[in-house]
């Protein structure tokens, strides 16, 4: 069984930093790319970073870029979301995903709220 187990969701200033994990199990995680997604409330789940197996191509949402980081450990089946200078619209749930031949997995997500 695939799981996924965000955690390191916090109440935050503006300005603050955060570091975001998950850990996977269940699954061959160093074969898989690996992705961070956030939902706020009342709006679609939008995509924020994503990593590949090896790491070494990353990509970002435009509006984090320069500000998140991601990053992961193959040997601790563990993706990593580094988040600085975070804003009020960075609040939201946070949730790692990957998608296999199975199918798409999600965690289940951990709050980060930014304000002062």
């Known amino acids: 069984q695939v799981q996924f187990v965000e955690s390191g969701g916090a109440l935050v200033q503006p300005g603050g930093s955060l570091r975001l994990s998950c850990v996977a199990s269940?699954?061959?995680?160093?074969?898989?790319?690996m992705f961070w997604y956030r939902q706020a409330p009342g709006k679609e789940r939008e995509f924020v970073a994503s990593i590949i197996s090896t790491s070494t191509i990353t990509d970002y949402d435009d509006s984090v870029k320069g500000r998140f980081t991601i990053s992961r450990d193959n040997s601790k089946s563990t993706v990593f979301l580094q988040m600085t200078n975070l804003k009020p619209e960075d609040t939201a749930v946070y949730y790692c995903s990957t998608s296999t031949h199975e199918g798409t997995y999600w965690g289940q997500g951990t709050q980060v709220t930014v304000s002062s």
């Open positions: 269940g699954i061959a995680f160093s074969n898989y790319a």
